[in-house]
């Protein structure tokens, strides 16, 4: 390679001091100079282990938790024999099984990722090797390859584009792996590679790249290749990313510039974090409570134990002599100490944690299982691809969603529109009333035209009638929906036409011209050719007037085969309206009209004109541009006013409107969501070029998915560009807010500064719905450490937040932010590769799954087709999973503290000598057997109402997100009902034995009678007490509750028989003990009088509780017992009229600027001919507009209240 004279000759280190990469530099064809950077292979990593780790790094993992390690600690204790009272296996064999079963589901999950990485890793390339082009994996192509795609195919790594089948070596791609957009992206090679189409020159081929290190912009590239003594510049326009898919392109050629990990698309990944529920979080607090707490009680008994040994104990040495090695009581403390903490380690019995992850388990099958989440069309079912996250579904606050492919389908479709005054795509009955979308009759025919597309579909039949009716302005209307544009056309056989449009927007309004018989038929840089009514004509293309965001509008200028020059222009109403000729007033003022209606339904508008140009004015236009085209300096500000003095006293056509189609249900989910008291905040980040009117486009699907309303006081919507501009814009916001409240009488006073610590201040209790749209530029100033407080404030007063033209990086600030300062569950759903980062950071990610690619899955917790399910996800699925962990989690910790509290009190009454009242036996099974399947079945299976009451009160959710059911408040009344439970479990059968006698007469008080008496009594009250709070029961809730208390009697006489003390004698001592105890009426009355007590208070409590301060779910309960003792009543929905609102613009199109210039320049004009099946955008399923009102008396008590 011959290196140019700005090149040094001696290259600086490609790594900074602390390794990081600084710049990256790849030779084409040159594997042994490149492998001297040791650049990452293409082989992807995304497992945690391998065979030879697993155990070890599983194991370090595991006993990070407090618990396991914990109980490890006491496994130890019991291994000393001069401390232990209890056998060993009573905690070893727990112990195994949670290692177990967790490092299995560890392994699985693991397994999967391996099989994930393989199926990727093995996948096929076409490498140039030594002048030959070979078929190598994935894994093995290396930085500095140059590799060979095809169409439809993958792009294996971020790739420099050297050349293509097209001309000027462009190519087109879809990114929906990447940013969930799937209409066309326009690549090109630099040009001096691009007539590199012959294998032998691409072999020869030794240019070098010095670009930028590897990093996660998806949007920016900046390189330089030097070849041939000369540098040239490289951009994002240059580059085929890793995900990407190649469309429409015979096949291309790429120079790999990164690969594997160090792609933009793997860059996005990030690592993956570990994440824990607010609840496991809460229990290991509550574990390390109980562990001081256990430590108290040892302390106790361990004194007592040494003021007894040395007060009574030292009397009775002769028949109880201390144990060898204890030599004084102070030391028989201290081993009592010991021995008291394995005994009562019980109050938090690893069996906890077993539980909780089956419980877990089974409510990710529920998910797993649901069909009503389940897309029949996509065939893709939910998934919950972790099992750690279920409940924290039920608590969540903050949703941050992508607009792209998550809330739209990113599907374009002509809805209506407006030609000369006459508003046409309403369908109206013979009263004049607009027909709903189920009771329209078929849709529009067009089999008159043979070129129509076969997909498109218009309900509004009078439009046709005036197209083949002649009406002048009609058929002008779309001329110019059939001229001015930029969409390419092409035809794989005879009147097969395929459109290949740049956004999908203008994809639909050309699609609309050529059913109403206006068909753009062929493009060539000079010419347009279209079929009007079946007659071709060949349109000259004088200039094309392109698009840009400051425009907002683009026009061409066309000379008819009668020789007239006519000016074709499309736009945002805010623009065109104020270009029109005065006496275009009156049509006007009606077109505004029909504009705020489409506007108000959500629809994406634009306004068309037109106006005949002069023979000699063109002539001395067309001059003028040629000249500012050509200047070396301010060619954009020349042509600006150039464009801008054309495009004046045009004359008004109408106007369309496009409806962006949102995936089916997104409005009423949000509605839904919203009425739950979770916050939706959208985070778009597409259309990120130049050109693109993001704010427009976000307002607009706010509208139409109703995240924003015409009843709202204000959207304030923030583009400042400077840091003070935003801070200014912050806090205008700001004040509006408060003044809105005190006009409204609330008396709130403003403080300028509000401490991070009151984020739920004033703002949030403001009067007055309002909404903020950001800028990304925007956001990076307000994300800065000295403005996010204040733009968190301002948010988080608002009812909705859209953020448009963020980068991934700032999606997942803006969680982070929320995460750092609110302290509330976060969930972020997302489709492409672009949200990986902000799924990753919130504490629960979702995954929309389908066509626009696998990236956010592969990173989610959970996974589905269609943003609608959310809603069931959440109020049904989520607020199950939280009520029935909490239930859990109370019982379970109630009954271990009922059953361990006992031995304590026992304490007091055998010499604080460690003794246990129960038999070892006992003590191993209770938790395992006993009470393990009942607890387990409520928190599998129970639920306080049906699914459909859940989705029909939203306020049903909000516990949830207070964290009432279970917080350090319920956890001390829970362990206040053990210990109250242990008192009297332990002193009622003791007064009743000391002075109670047999049948026979014969004194009752034995250690083992009052041990069975005890445990019986246990058993029996904690069953009832799961009965009451078991909400739902199913067979499986009835079999396990008396299947356990039957299995406890089985066992209980069976180890008292003779069978086991003739086959164990040294364990099996006691025999007939049970039979005889049991065999008392005095026993039963006592185990009697001990439930009665221990039960009655709490049944009290709750039935006074339920009639004074019933809770919403209570209410929800009764009001469905009435409703199913009376006759179903039938109710007539009242269709609600649309209220008025402030004048707001729908304009939004999303375009790139720039393709007129390629189009009139001819780069992008096709040599050969390629079937572009599936490019052109299909209308999908139509969404429900409104959402139904119920009546007064179907609405929940709290929102009545609160009304």
Same mark, same amino acid.
């Given at each position: ?64 938790? /407090? ?7 006491? #496994? ?14 009573? &905690? ?69 584009? $050297? ?11 879809? !990114?929906?792996?990447? @940013? ?76 790999? =510039? ?13 690592? !993956? ?14 574990? $390390? ?5 256990? /430590? ?73 299982? @649901? ?52 508003? +046409? ?26 070129? *129509? ?20 302005? =009609? ?29 999908? @927007? ?17 493009? &060539? ?6 079929? %009007? ?83 000699? +004015? ?104 400077? =840091?003070?501009?935003?801070? %200014? ?30 984020? &739920?201040?004033?703002? %949030? ?5 309002? *909404? ?27 009812? *909705? ?114 003794? !246990? ?13 006993? &009470? ?29 997100? #207070? ?38 007469? *014969? ?24 009965? #009451? ?92 017992? /009435? ?62 507009? !409104? ?17």
């Amino acid at each position: 390679m011959t290196v140019p004279r700005e090149m040094p000759e001696k290259w600086p280190r490609v790594r900074g001091p602390g390794g990081a990469e600084e710049e990256r530099r790849v030779r084409a064809n040159a594997r042994e100079y490149n492998e001297k950077f040791q650049y990452a292979s293409n082989c992807i990593k995304t497992s945690k282990y391998n065979i030879v780790t697993f155990l070890p790094v599983n194991l370090f993992e595991q006993f990070q938790e /407090v618990a396991n390690t914990y109980f490890l600690f006491l #496994l130890i204790l019991q291994l000393i024999p001069q401390i232990s009272s209890l056998s060993w296996f009573t &905690t070893i064999v727990p112990l195994v099984l949670v290692l177990t079963i967790t490092a299995v589901k560890d392994a699985t999950d693991d397994y999967f990722r391996h099989k994930s990485d393989n199926q990727v890793n093995n996948r096929q390339s076409q490498v140039l090797i030594g002048g030959v082009l070979r078929q190598e994996q994935w894994m093995n192509v290396r930085v500095g390859d140059i590799i060979k795609l095809e169409n439809n195919q993958f792009v294996a790594a971020d790739l420099l584009l $050297l050349c293509s089948s097209e001309p000027h070596g462009l190519c087109y791609v879809e !990114t929906a792996e990447l @940013d969930g957009e799937t209409n066309m992206k326009v690549r090109q090679a630099t040009p001096v590679t691009s007539e590199l189409a012959d294998i032998s020159t691409l072999a020869r081929f030794d240019g070098e790249v010095i670009c930028e290190p590897p990093n996660n912009k998806l949007d920016k590239f900046g390189g330089t290749l030097y070849w041939k003594e000369n540098k040239f510049p490289l951009s994002n326009q240059n580059m085929l990313l890793r995900g990407c898919v190649l469309r429409n392109t015979e096949w291309c050629f790429g120079l790999v =510039v990164f690969a594997g990990p160090d792609t933009k698309l793997m860059q996005n990944s990030g690592r !993956t974090k570990f994440k824990r529920t607010s609840i496991d979080r809460l229990m290991n607090t509550l574990v $390390l409570w109980i562990f001081g707490f256990l /430590v108290c009680m040892g302390v106790i008994l361990a004194i007592g134990n040494a003021i007894w040994e040395h007060e009574v104990g030292v009397c009775f040495q002769i028949y109880l002599p201390w144990d060898e090695g204890v030599h004084s009581a102070v030391f028989s403390g201290f081993l009592s100490f010991w021995s008291y903490i394995i005994i009562l380690n019980t109050v938090v019995p690893i069996s906890l944690y077993v539980s909780v992850e089956v419980i877990r388990l089974g409510h990710s099958y529920f998910i797993n299982w @649901d069909k009503k989440m389940y897309c029949a069309k996509r065939r893709t079912p939910a998934e919950a691809r972790t099992t750690t996250l279920n409940e924290e579904l039920g608590q969540v606050e903050y949703i941050f969603s992508d607009k792209t492919g998550t809330l739209t389908q990113n599907i374009m479709v002509f809805s209506k529109c407006s030609v000369n005054g006459h508003s +046409y795509g309403d369908v109206q009955d013979v009263l004049g009333h607009n027909v709903e979308l189920g009771e329209r009759p078929e849709p529009v025919d067009f089999s008159f035209n043979p070129l *129509a597309d076969p997909g498109f579909q218009f309900w509004d039949p009078s439009l046709l009638e005036a197209v083949q009716l002649g009406d002048p302005h =009609v058929h002008e209307f779309f001329r110019l929906l059939s001229l001015c544009h930029t969409v390419m056309s092409e035809e794989k056989s005879e009147g097969e036409l395929y459109y290949k449009a740049q956004s999908p @927007d203008e994809g639909a309004l050309v699609t609309a011209a050529r059913n109403f018989g206006f068909v753009f038929r062929s493009r &060539t840089p000079k010419t347009i050719t279209v079929h %009007e009514l079946g007659r071709a004509i060949t349109y000259q293309l004088l200039a094309i007037l392109d698009f840009n965001n400051i425009r907002k509008r683009m026009s061409v200028i066309v000379r008819s085969p009668e020789g007239k020059i006519r000016l074709y222009c499309k736009g945002a109403d805010t623009i065109l309206l104020e270009r029109l000729h005065p006496s275009n007033q009156d049509l006007t003022n009606v077109t505004t009209d029909h504009l705020n209606e489409y506007a108000g339904e959500g629809l994406r508008t634009l306004v068309l004109a037109c106006k005949d140009l002069e023979e000699s +004015y063109y002539e001395d236009w067309a001059e003028r541009l040629r000249r500012a085209s050509g200047a070396p300096e301010a060619r954009e500000d020349r042509l600006a006013r150039l464009y801008d003095e054309v495009e004046r006293d045009m004359t008004l056509l109408g106007a369309t409107a496009i409806e962006d189609k949102l995936q089916q249900g997104v409005p009423e989910t949000i509605a839904i969501l919203t009425l739950a008291n979770i916050k939706i905040w959208v985070l778009t980040g597409d259309k990120q070029a130049p050109g693109s009117p993001c704010a427009e486009t976000a307002v607009n699907i706010g509208y139409s998915c109703k995240m924003l309303t015409d009843d709202m006081t204000e959207v304030f919507v923030v583009t400042g560009h400077t =840091v003070l501009e935003v801070r %200014e814009e912050l806090r205008k916001a700001r004040e509006k807010m408060m003044d809105g409240s005190r006009s409204m009488g609330n008396g709130f006073s403003y403080q300028e500064k509000l401490s991070s610590s009151k984020l &739920t201040s004033v703002l %949030e209790a403001i009067a007055g719905e309002y *909404a903020l749209v950001i800028n990304g530029h925007s956001l990076a100033h307000a994300l800065e450490a000295d403005m996010e407080v204040e733009f968190l404030e301002t948010a988080c007063a608002c009812k *909705a937040v859209i953020c448009c033209r963020v980068t991934p990086l700032q999606k997942a600030q803006v969680v982070e932010l929320v995460k750092k300062y609110k302290k509330a569950v976060t969930l972020a759903i997302g489709d492409g590769a672009n949200d990986v980062s902000m799924i990753k950071t919130a504490h629960i990610g979702v995954g929309i799954s389908g066509q626009e690619g696998i990236q956010a899955v592969l990173a989610s917790d959970y996974s589905f087709s269609q943003f609608k399910f959310l809603q069931r996800l959440l109020l049904v699925h989520g607020r199950w999973s939280y009520l029935r962990m909490c239930k859990f989690l109370c019982y379970f910790f109630y009954k271990n503290f009922a059953f361990t509290m006992v031995h304590f009190w026992f304490g007091f009454f055998c010499g604080f000598s460690a003794q !246990t009242v129960y038999d070892q036996y006992f003590i191993t099974l209770y938790n395992i057997v006993y &009470t393990s399947l009942p607890v387990l079945a409520m928190g599998v299976f129970d639920q306080d109402v049906p699914e459909q009451r859940s989705m029909e009160y939203p306020k049903l959710y909000e516990p949830g997100q #207070l964290n009432l059911l279970f917080n350090k408040r319920e956890f001390f009344i829970c362990i206040a009902q053990g210990i109250y439970t242990s008192v009297l479990m332990f002193f009622i059968p003791y007064g009743v034995f000391a002075d109670a006698t047999r049948d026979d007469g *014969a004194q009752l008080a034995d250690y083992q009678s009052f041990a069975v008496t005890v445990a019986t009594s246990l058993v029996i009250v904690v069953s009832v007490q799961i009965g #009451l709070d078991t909400g739902f029961w199913t067979a499986i809730n009835h079999f396990f509750i008396w299947g356990s208390l039957a299995a406890y009697f089985a066992i209980l006489f069976a180890m008292h028989s003779d069978g086991l003390f003739q086959m164990f004698p040294n364990q099996f001592r006691f025999v007939g003990n049970a039979q005889n105890t049991l065999a008392q009426p005095t026993v039963w009355l006592t185990i009697a009088l001990t439930t009665v007590v221990c039960i009655m208070p709490v049944v009290a409590f709750r039935f006074l509780k339920l009639d004074l301060k019933p809770e919403l779910s209570d209410t929800v309960r009764y009001t469905q017992l /009435v409703r199913k003792k009376q006759k179903p009543q039938h109710r007539c929905a009242r269709r609600g009229g649309c209220g008025g609102g402030s004048r707001r613009s729908g304009y939004a199109f999303s375009h790139q600027e720039g393709f007129g210039e390629l189009i009139m320049s001819g780069k992008n004009m096709r040599l050969s001919s390629l079937a572009l099946s599936g490019f052109t955008a299909r209308p999908g399923a139509a969404w429900i507009e !409104t959402l139904r009102r119920k009546k007064g008396g179907e609405s929940s008590p709290d929102t009545a209240a609160k009304g």
